[in-house]
């Protein structure tokens, strides 16, 4: 497949999804938003994975690129191919779906649980995930659920956790495709907002389980794998 990637900072990019596709034979090109990347067309692309990115979904005046953006999206949307929206790539996806982005109850960042819905259990894309796994959060604001989309997990500090648009639409409000690596970045990148709340970790815990990234990246193949099978033609 011909993966596209949208990227919004320098140091939040596709991570263990571009070791996902090279090990499928998949190629990967990207738009970085904040060099003015060119976009390509969306009958040029096979797959498309939208990244997290530090600004709230409606910031246009700071960052002009988002009004392009969403309309990619939704050309994207119309052209069938199936997406993967991480963290804002998410809250962009349910933006453009026509619902509300808002500000969570609390801001939820590092590791907490994250458990399927009823829903989600049953649905195709989350088969052989556990009914509860640890996952890594980095967010203040949180997606409503789109009119037609499955809710397919939650977490105590956040109702919507993810959900699924047309069998072929993945939307993730936590992260399993961070490194080792991509973590240092965040916490470097975005230490200011390591406030003290009841959700919000301090970098020594947050770094105090490695272990925990090779589980996420494995919670990740299979979803990304289960997804790339309801899309493919019977």
């Known amino acids: 497949m011909r993966i596209h990637v949208f990227q919004h900072i320098p140091f939040e990019n596709e991570a263990y999804i571009g070791w996902w596709a090279a090990e499928r034979g998949h190629s ?74 808002r500000r969570n109850r609390e801001p939820e960042i590092g590791w907490f649980p994250v458990t399927l819905t009823r829903s989600g259990r049953r649905h195709p894309v989350c088969a052989g995930l556990p009914d509860t796994a640890m996952a890594f959060h980095w967010h203040g604001d949180t997606f409503t659920i789109p009119r037609g989309a499955v809710r397919l997990a939650r977490s105590e500090a956040c109702t919507n956790q993810a959900f699924i648009y047309e069998n072929r639409i993945l939307a993730l409000q936590f992260h399993l495709e961070y490194s080792h690596e991509d973590l240092e970045a965040m916490l470097t990148g975005c230490e200011d907002e390591l406030v003290e709340a009841p959700y919000v970790q301090q970098p020594d815990e947050i770094r105090s389980h490695p272990d925990r990234i090779d589980t996420c990246h494995t919670h990740l193949c299979r979803l990304l794998d289960n997804l790339v099978a309801l899309t493919r033609p019977a």
């Open 28 to 101: 990967v090109t990207r738009t970085r938003f904040y060099t003015d990347d060119p976009i390509p067309g969306m009958n040029e692309v096979d797959f498309l994975v939208i990244t997290g990115g530090s600004m709230n979904v409606y910031e246009y005046k700071k960052y002009p690129w988002l009004c392009r953006e969403k309309t990619h999206i939704v050309d994207a949307i119309e052209a069938g191919i199936p997406i993967v929206g991480l963290c804002l790539g998410a809250q962009l996806i349910a933006d453009v779906l026509g619902r509300r982005i």
